[in-house]
Each structure stands twice: as C-alpha cells, then as structure tokens.
C-alpha cells in the first residue's frame, strides 16, 4: 500500500504566496483597476509556478491549488475574460502539471453553499463552480474540487435534499468534478457518505472532522465503503486539533501518534492520497516524514510512504 502525502496552498520554505487578492471596495477605487488586477493575477501565477517547481524538486506529487489565484473573477460586476486573457500561462502551467505527474486540485472557499437557501449564493457557487471547470478544462487536468455539504436550515434531511435538487442544476462535467467532505460541525461521515452515493460522487473523508463530529461510530467501519465512491486514489483530509480547548482548529502540526493510529488501522487497503492540513504546510508535512522514518515507517521518496 501506498501512501502519497500532499500539503495546502503555500510553501513556507519559499515564503511565497498565490493568494494575493483585492477587495471589491477597493477594486472600484482604483483608476485602473483591471491593469492592476491583472498585475495580481500573474503575480499568484507567477508563485503557483514556483511552487509547482518546489514540489517536483522535492517529490511532493499531490498538492492543493489557492482558489484565490483570480480574485473577483465571477464578481457580477467585474468583467474580464480571465481564461482567454491568460490561457496561455495556464496551458504551461497545465502541460508542467502533467509532464510531472502531480496531482493537483482545490478547495471552494466557504461562501460556496449549493444548499443556501439564499437563490443568490446558490447562483454564484454554481458560477465558482463552473469557472474551476473551465479553468482546468483550459488548463487540459482532469482535476477535482472539494465542497461541504453546506446549509442546515431546515434540518439535516432537507438540506441534502437542497443539496441534491441543486446539484442537478449543474452540468454533467461540473458534477463530475465535485467531492464532498464530511464537516466537523454539522454533516457526519454517514450524512456525507450517504449523499456522495446518492449522487454518485467521491467522498473525501475529513479525519479530524470525524474526530469533532461523530455519533461514536467508528470511522474504520466506513471506510472501505468511502473508497469505493472513488474511481481514481482516493484521498483523506489529516489534521491534528490546535489544543484541548480548541479541539476544531487546526495545529500547525501533525500528531504523529495519532498519524500512526490512523494508518495502522487501514492496512492492507487500497493506495491512497493524504492532503495534510496543518498551518505550517509543507514544514509540517516534513517534520511528519521525519518522525515516520524515526518510527521505522518506510519511504520510497520524499514524500511517498509504504506499508
């Protein structure tokens, strides 16, 4: 079995960020604002590509791209052909992509709530939806995007059921592209397995979500069921809580013992991908390398581990 380890967004080695963004408010101040947003988006493109190199350099395969590379992009107000405009540098970053075998996909912000009650909110998440898959689509990936479940007014039940009548309003190659994750306040791994069979999606399982929201059932029991919604690696969320007071947040770490406790239970099953979810990204994902060797734990590459 193989395990590939991957991290979020931004490199702290590099110290360089994707996610410079601007304000509508302050978008509307400036004289020439498109020449300036435009100077925003080739400068996040210009440190995606660095970090692309990054990860190739050092045998990091999986990563997860800023949904803030193009600020205001789908703003109804904010016109600008963003994937004719830079269809070129996304072609190469694309091509960089797969010559290099990485695999790369993101995470819609928050405020993406299919199951909003909100007609509005439900508009622009399908619009974010379907930029994302028209900018992989010209970036030539069969990449994917993560989404909760959302929304609980009204109750679990017809909130899945907003989920469901929305998520038919998309298009079939939006669909397609769409993971749900269970959350770690409100949908469970059984709400959110449920929906991702319903609806014939994956499912991403979320482990410190579970360990924040469960009704005691024991994860280990689902899991073969959650890969199976999968037709390529499937892949988990890991995250460690920040203390014992603030058992959501996210460490800027990995718990290696409970790292340990966790693979030690899913031997034997398929390969998969892990997106470690710690603040300080690819030194975390590191430093967790650095205690699995010292826990005699083997690896193949810098990166990928086999058990």
Known sequence: MKIRLGYVAITKTLDITSSHTITYTNYQKLENRNEKLFEIINKNLD?????????VRNNIHFY????????LVTHPCVNYDVLSIFESRLINIGSFIKDNNLRV????????ILNSINNE???STINIINFYKNMFKTMKLKSKMVIHIGSSVGGKEESINRFINNFKLLDKESQNMLIVENDDKIYNIKDTLYLAKKLKIPMVLDYHHYMCNNEKEN?????????????IAPKIHFSSPKNSREKCAHH???NVDDFIFFLEHIKNKRDFDVMIEAKEKDNALFKLVRQLKYKCYKFIDD???EI
Do not use: G, Q
């Open 64 to 71: 997860r791209m800023s949904s803030s590379i193009f600020p």
């Open 303 to 305: 990166t990928i581990l």
């Open 219 to 231: 994860v280990f029991d689902y899991l073969d069921e959650i890969f199976d919604t999968w037709d």
């Open 47 to 55: 440190a995606l590509e660095e970090i692309l190199k990054y990860n």
């Open 252 to 254: 800027d770490y990995i």
């Open 105 to 112: 996909d993101i995470h819609l912000d928050h405020f993406c």
């Open 121 to 123: 909110v439900v508009r």
